[in-house]
C-alpha cells in the first residue's frame, strides 16, 4: 500500500499563487507516474497535471502556463499554481501509480475568492 498526504491548499484571491505538495510513503518501490486530479462541486474529477519518474509531463488545456508540476524526489511531487482563477476552486488530490495500481490523496481544498 501507499499513502499520499497533501499540503498547501487554501483561499487565495483571483490572480494569486498557491503550492501545493504531497509526498509518498509505505510501499514505494515501484512508484512511477505522480500527479494533480482536481473535482469541483457537481463535476467529475478531472486531471490536472502529472509527472513521470522521467520528468515528462502532462497538463490539463485549462491550466497549461499557469500551473506547473515537479517531481521533488522519486516519492514527493509539488503542483505551483500562479494566476489561479475562481474556476481553479477545487478538492485536489494527489495520485500515484505503483506498478499497475493507483494510489490516492485524501484531498486538500483550493477556494480562488474575492
Known amino acids: 500500500q501507499v499513502q499520499l498526504v497533501e499540503s498547501g491548499g487554501g483561499l487565495v484571491q483571483p490572480g494569486g499563487s498557491l503550492r501545493l505538495s504531497c509526498a509518498a510513503s509505505g510501499s514505494i518501490i515501484g512508484v512511477s507516474i505522480m500527479g494533480w486530479y482536481r473535482q469541483a462541486p457537481g463535476k467529475q474529477r478531472e486531471l490536472v497535471a502529472r509527472?513521470?519518474?522521467?520528468?515528462?509531463t502532462a497538463y490539463a488545456d485549462s491550466v497549461r502556463g499557469r500551473f506547473t508540476i515537479s517531481r521533488d524526489s522519486t516519492t514527493a511531487v509539488s503542483l505551483q499554481m500562479k494566476s489561479l482563477k475562481p474556476e481553479d476552486t477545487a478538492v485536489y488530490y494527489c495520485?500515484?501509480?505503483?506498478?499497475?495500481?493507483?494510489?490516492w490523496g485524501r484531498g486538500t481544498q483550493v477556494t480562488v475568492s474575492s
Open positions: 495520485y500515484t501509480r505503483r506498478w499497475t495500481d493507483d494510489y
Open positions: 509527472i513521470t519518474d522521467a520528468g515528462f
